[in-house]
């Protein structure tokens, strides 16, 4: 049996979600845009999903626009209001922890000529939300921050900020990635005060290749793909509908355990903790205050893919700080000030609410004997 500890790159679907997945494909296979009654029930089945959706985030359901997954979202988010708001105000502020999917579209929107300013966390490691409030100016069109870090878990300020930032500067858009934060801490439009948010499926037991965009009422995005009227023309193309309902699946499973599968993470997390104080040479890149999904740590003096390989030659599997980044250096981990050597043996430990104290005794255990072996080669 696989102990699998890499969440935070994707989770395992669940049974209701295949089943409404399969539902869909067999059963609901019309186009929701044909005129019969084969097309109406796709686009009924879309619209439960959307309400779904929207309701977990507590806006309309005509807020949430389907996308590929996150990355997508994402790239529509900044590219189709850089598009829209940044002729007359080509600045943005970001953060410089973002996950790639933003990172290297805020690069792509600097190499068009937009300023960036890209905030670091303080010396303590940790964001402050007047960062990012002191570099809005009237030239910045957009905001991007992210709820909680994928790399080591981290949660930024973003509801202090955006709140800030809209009431000085109501024409900035603010935009955040709430991917690993989604189903996991409360995720509100209005709370979050933000006018954009990307989110995705399988990172929440559903489907892989499905995300969603919420899009406040009155704000206007140039489309990044030109085509038919899906998604109101702003993301065209036939809907993938077995992964739309089967995001809605995920949602609705997700959404009445909201706290208590935090509770169940955030005893994982502990336990964790407490099991590797016991061995030598731990660290731990994660904050205290973090998300209880996440916990970073380095073995000292073993490269990371080293120590991966070697856990999952036991069956346990956990990543090298993030999935997307496939062992390149982490700029994550730089910017919060961790040394390189140390960033080099970051492992990445993520729960589900499947996760157990056995597979974390089975963890603590294989690492410390990969580290007792290891350790002179
Ligand atoms: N944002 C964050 C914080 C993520 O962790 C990920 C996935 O790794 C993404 C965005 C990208 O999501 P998707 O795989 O749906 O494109």
């Known amino acids: 049996m696989a102990i699998y500890l890499d969440n935070a790159a994707t989770t395992r679907p669940s049974s209701a979600v295949i089943g409404a997945v399969t539902h869909c494909m067999l059963e609901v296979y019309g186009n929701p845009s044909s005129l019969h009654r084969m097309g109406l029930d796709a686009q009924l089945l879309m619209d439960g999903a959307r309400k779904t959706v929207a309701s977990a985030l507590g806006c309309d359901m005509n807020c949430i626009l389907f996308t590929s997954g996150a990355t997508e979202s994402s790239n529509l988010a900044l590219r189709g209001a850089a598009a829209a708001y940044g002729k007359r105000r080509p600045h943005i502020v970001t953060s410089a922890v973002e996950h790639a999917s933003v990172r290297s579209t805020v690069d792509a929107l600097e190499a068009q000529g937009f300023r960036v300013t890209r905030i670091l966390p303080n010396a303590e490691g940790e964001f402050d939300a007047k960062d990012f409030i002191n570099a809005v100016t009237e030239e ?106 089967g995001f809605g699946a995920a949602v609705e499973e997700m959404q009445p355990s909201i706290s208590d599968r935090f509770a169940h993470a955030k005893h994982m997390k502990e336990c964790l903790l407490e099991k590797l104080a016991k061995i030598e040479g731990i660290s731990i890149n994660s904050s205290p205050e973090g998300t209880p999904y996440i916990l970073n740590l380095s073995v000292q003096g073993i490269r990371s893919e080293i120590m991966l390989h070697f856990l999952e030659s036991k069956g346990i599997y956990v990543s090298s700080g993030s999935a997307c980044s496939k062992g390149a250096k982490s700029q994550v981990l730089s910017a919060y000030g961790i040394p390189d050597d140390r960033a080099d043996s970051a492992l990445r430990i993520s729960f589900s609410a499947e996760t157990t104290e056995d597979e974390l005794t089975a963890l603590t255990e294989a690492i410390a004997q990969g580290r007792a072996q290891l350790i002179h080669k």
């Open 140 to 245: 910045t069109c957009l905001v991007s921050m992210m709820l909680t870090e994928n790399e080591t878990g981290r949660i930024l300020p973003v509801q202090r900020a955006f709140r800030t930032i809209k009431k000085r500067f109501p024409d900035v858009i603010t935009h955040c990635d709430a991917v690993q934060a989604f189903m996991k801490l409360p995720v509100r439009v209005n709370d979050l005060n933000a006018d954009l948010i990307s989110i995705s499926a399988h990172k929440i037991h559903g489907p892989k290749g499905v995300g969603a965009l919420y899009i406040r009422k009155g704000v206007r995005l140039l489309p990044i793909v030109t085509g038919g009227k899906q998604e109101r023309s702003i993301r065209p193309g036939t809907e993938a509908m077995p992964l739309i309902a």
